[in-house]
């Protein structure tokens, strides 16, 4: 069995360079698991009145963390740059300063829209460095699709689209915080913002009234791991009905706080321990380590707290010892997840009932306006196989659904169609699970995952968009129909459509009658799991009556996972496991530390004791288990069980048994007898200096937003000059500002303009239009600074018809052009001047000699091989505009700037090209620009 062993390094990705903030990596956290603590400052007069006192309270006389998270009137105290000056004398974090909600009345309390003061990100930055990790970008997944998704007028089902509706309100939101973010989610939105590139950390609000913390995780791991970006825990006190607090009663209203609401202590220490062995680089609480402190309180009324004899709560004991229990026992080892879940780059699920629907009586959305269609019910059948009853989380008082058992172990990251190859290698299963928009590229990605020795389970719906050649057609199975798997007889109880594919090499390995149903693929070193049935659920929706309040009630499910489909994915899921929990109704995490050294976590989330032993799969031979021993003192606390629940106190566990609601560690030493150590391979862009035409555009950012992989290829764009001549201003610096926080180059192409009329005309032989050019190319100039841009490519133009003699037409375009540069000087552009065959000058010799006549320190000649009409391509500029010309059966040239690929002797030419490649072909789609990146980079 092969096993990814190497923890995530965030600076191995090329985003990393690209960041105008340095993702954090575990060096910065001194390579092992911080806490979080200390969300409120004793505030007097507007002044942090005990600076010293507090951080003293919460990191020295209690070890309760180093990674602070204040509240946002923090920052506009007098004296809040001590704060910093303070935390970064100490070597401790200022993390994730939070209260923001937007467009509420400006104060600096929080529940409001609150910015940060002018010039502050910059000055923390200066004091603090890496140890400032940003802002807080709280809940507001959640608050997006609560309140903002649905006011769409009108909606629409375009993903995309939808996509583009979250991306404006979160680039606002950025942009009002300083675009140094973290996210705490709210939902299953990790992705959108790892790939962003402004968020330092990701996380979740586990528990609250929120979804299942495992889930959360599947994607903020998955997140993390395909964008380069590290994660965080945190343990909600709150849940749907009120909030835990050791200080006082609220006896009226709402939230209601108590020792026995809101989130139990035995949930809030299963959520703590499972971060920790999801590599979270910091965990913790959100409020109540002590006795006497409620941040409820505190910020709403800006009360303070002075304790005379500190006692730390129940909460605060819990995270106390899980912090010294870190810095005993170490990190506990790279957690295993061999399984992928793919999903659409732009797919935008969630959870099918949440928070954030209830009001609209809402369920089975994705982008909060989108129902679910069948791929997302697969998804949701995916998660419920390994995560059974997730969906749970947050409606039942017993607090199910929030951590559920895991029969096959928590093995799995959530991926989008976006992600790398090298990515998809630390996996060794992928399944394909949501209707994902099909590509050349996608495909050539999960040929080479199966063929280096991966597993791909995908649909038939799927694969017969990304592989053509299985010659699908579709059939209708009806109800209970016979299917023979493994030995056994299996009744499918709904009917469900299947497309007969038949593969060239494929082996069925489940069939009724004589109609395959399942099929085994072989693939280099992997294999293809080919499920025939078209998106693996029924094909007539079962009768689904929503209950009238989901609380404590069931939800109905339309559509369900096929039970052949559930086998065949449950068997597979079994071969991952390499120590594995015998129980099924108990939850588990492997890690591994080092060769043969094992972290098993196991945890009881229901409400009885269960017995469970230790196996081993046979790559390994266990040779000794030793338990980690986690402070008990917390299960005699009031507050343990979840309210209204009356439990047994349990303070200890015997041998091969769990209490209700706890957390065992076990180290297990083993010999390793089959494992194969998977290490990262370099993620490379495996490209030069690129950049991409764009054509025809409205928005230059939607358009590198809507080519997910862009990043992937490119370093940046070159712009038409009517984009920017047709835009305003205001317009154009919001998108300008985003592709320089992209780090993203801009070029800007005159060329299309360049005809002497009706636009550009670079010779003072008709004045009027000589100055009109000129006023035309400075606004332009003007407007591409707000890109970052400085760098312009142009042409000339044919001369004038009349009363312009050729000797006074080369005389008029040398000033011409000369003019153009100085004014291209003003705003700090280089000019480069490609030949045109129909222009002047119009061979790569002549415009050679026009260049060195110039005599500009800011003037080069590009080539353009589509420009090019006989003779050999010789790539001998700094600068290549990459396209192919055209011609007739008569020999006429046309520019029609095809794919390159077109001219097999240009791209043999651009492989062993070493300048800035601009791809400069009028491209159809992405596939397009695809198959020219692959004709010549392997």
């Not at 062995?277 to 309180?297: K, R």
Request: glycine letters at 8%; charged letters at 20%; aromatic letters at 12%.
């Amino acid at each position: 069995m092969r096993i990814y062993v190497e923890k995530l390094k965030p600076e191995s990705y090329p985003e990393y360079a690209l960041r105008e903030y340095p993702a954090p990596n575990w060096e910065l956290f001194y390579n092992q698991t911080q806490f979080i603590t200390l969300r409120c400052f004793n505030i007097k007069d507007n002044r942090l009145s005990s600076i010293g006192e507090d951080l003293d309270l919460y990191s020295k006389r209690f070890d309760l963390g180093q990674v602070i998270w204040p509240y946002f009137p923090t920052m506009y105290t007098e004296n809040f740059y001590e704060l910093a000056e303070e935390l970064k004398r100490r070597g401790m974090f200022l993390f994730d300063i939070w209260g923001h909600v937007p467009g509420s009345d400006t104060l600096a309390g929080g529940g409001c829209h609150v910015t940060p003061p002018e010039g502050s990100i910059t000055r923390l930055n200066e004091i603090m460095g890496d140890h400032f990790l940003g802002m807080d970008n709280g809940e507001q997944d959640g608050r997006y699709i609560f309140r903002y998704a649905p006011q769409q007028c009108p909606s629409n089902d375009d993903r995309f689209a939808q996509f583009m509706n979250f991306h404006r309100f979160f680039r606002r939101m950025g942009d009002d915080l300083g675009n140094k973010m973290n996210v705490l989610l709210s939902l299953c939105n990790a992705h959108y913002f790892a790939r962003e590139g402004n968020h330092m950390l990701l996380g979740a609000e586990a528990a609250q009234a929120l979804p299942c913390s495992q889930i959360y995780y599947s994607f903020i791991r998955g997140a993390g791991k395909q964008y380069g970006i590290l994660w965080f825990g945190n343990v909600s006190v709150f849940n749907r009905w009120g909030y835990k607090s050791y200080c006082r009663e609220y006896d009226e209203g709402w939230p209601r706080s108590g020792v026995d609401k809101g989130t139990s202590l035995s949930l809030m220490r299963r959520l703590l321990y499972s971060h920790i062995m999801y590599n979270s680089v910091a965990v913790g609480f959100e409020q109540g380590w002590f006795y006497g402190d409620d941040n409820e309180l505190r910020t709403g009324q800006n009360v303070p707290f002075y304790p005379k004899n500190p006692e730390l709560s129940p909460i605060g004991i819990i995270q106390e010892t899980a912090s010294k229990w870190v810095k005993r026992h170490g990190n506990p080892g790279t957690m295993l997840t061999p399984v992928g879940l793919l999903l659409d780059a732009f797919g935008g699920w969630n959870v099918p009932i949440h928070l954030y629907i209830d009001h609209l009586r809402q369920s089975y959305q994705t982008w909060g306006v989108i129902p679910y269609n069948e791929g997302d019910y697969l998804t949701h059948g995916i998660f419920s196989l390994i995560y059974p009853g997730y969906e749970a989380a947050s409606y039942y008082r017993d607090e199910r659904g929030f951590m559920t058992p895991t029969p096959f172990g928590d093995c799995m990251d959530v991926l989008l169609s976006d992600v790398r190859l090298p990515v998809m290698d630390q996996y060794n299963v992928i399944i394909a699970s949501s209707r994902i928009d099909v590509s050349m590229e996608l495909r050539d990605k999960l040929d080479g995952f199966m063929r280096r020795g991966g597993t791909l389970v995908i649909t038939a719906g799927n694969a017969a968009g990304l592989w053509p050649e299985l010659n699908a057609d579709v059939v209708e199975m009806s109800d209970n129909s016979m299917i023979a798997y493994d030995g056994k007889t299996i009744i499918e109880p709904l009917s469900f459509k299947v497309m007969e594919c038949r593969p060239v090499d494929g082996r069925a390995i489940a069939v009724s009658g004589t109609t395959p149903l399942v099929s085994r693929i072989p693939y280099g070193d992997g294999e293809m799991i080919l499920l025939h049935a078209e998106w693996g659920v029924n094909s007539k929706a079962l009768p689904a009556q929503l209950p009238e309040d989901f609380v404590d009630n069931p939800l109905p499910c339309p559509y369900v996972m096929l039970e052949h489909v559930r086998a065949v994915i449950g068997d597979i899921l079994k071969r991952q496991q390499i120590v594995s929990v015998s129980n099924p109704e108990l939850a588990y995490v492997t890690n591994r530390r080092s060769t043969g050294d094992y972290t098993v976590s196991i945890y009881n989330n229901g409400l009885t004791e269960q017995r469970f032993s230790l196996t081993a799969a046979s790559c390994i031979r266990i040779e000794s288990i030793d338990e980690l021993p986690l402070d008990q003192r917390v299960k005699l606390s009031k507050g343990y069980w979840p309210t209204g629940i009356g439990m047994p106190l349990v303070a200890e566990c015997g041998e091969g048994v769990i209490s209700p609601g706890d957390v065992r560690i076990f180290r297990v030493k083993a010999k390793e007898l089959n494992i194969f150590e998977q290490h990262p391979e370099p993620i490379d862009m495996a490209t030069g200096h690129n950049l991409l035409a764009l054509r025809n555009i409205t928005s230059a950012m939607e358009k590198v937003l809507s080519m997910p992989t862009f990043e992937h290829y490119f370093r940046g764009v070159k712009l038409d000059w009517r984009y920017l001549h047709e835009h305003d201003s205001e317009f154009l610096r919001q998108d300008g500002e985003w592709f320089r926080r992209k780090n993203y180059e801009v070029w800007v192409d005159l060329s299309s303009g360049c005809n002497h009329y009706p636009d550009f005309h670079f010779m003072d032989t008709y004045r009027p239009n000589y100055e009109a050019t000129m006023r035309k190319v400075r606004d332009v100039m003007k407007k591409a600074v707000l890109f970052g841009a400085s760098n312009m490519v142009f042409s000339l133009h044919v001369k004038p018809e009349c009363h312009c003699p050729q000797l006074l037409a080369e005389e008029k375009i040398l000033d011409g052009v000369k003019a153009l540069c100085r004014l291209a000087a003003e705003y700090g552009f280089t000019m480069h001047l490609q030949a045109h065959p129909t222009k002047m000058h119009g061979t790569s010799e002549k415009m050679r000699d026009f260049v060195s006549a110039c005599a500009c320190d800011n003037l080069t000649f590009a080539i353009n091989p589509g420009h090019v009409k006989e003779g050999r391509i010789v790539l001998d500029s700094p600068v290549v505009l990459a396209c192919a010309p055209d011609s007739d059966i008569m020999g006429n040239y046309y520019d029609y700037h095809l794919p390159f690929r077109r001219n097999p002797d240009l791209v043999e030419a651009l492989r062993q090209y070493q300048g800035i490649l601009i791809f400069d072909s009028c491209y159809s789609d992405w596939d397009d620009i695809y198959m020219d990146l692959k004709s010549i980079y392997n």
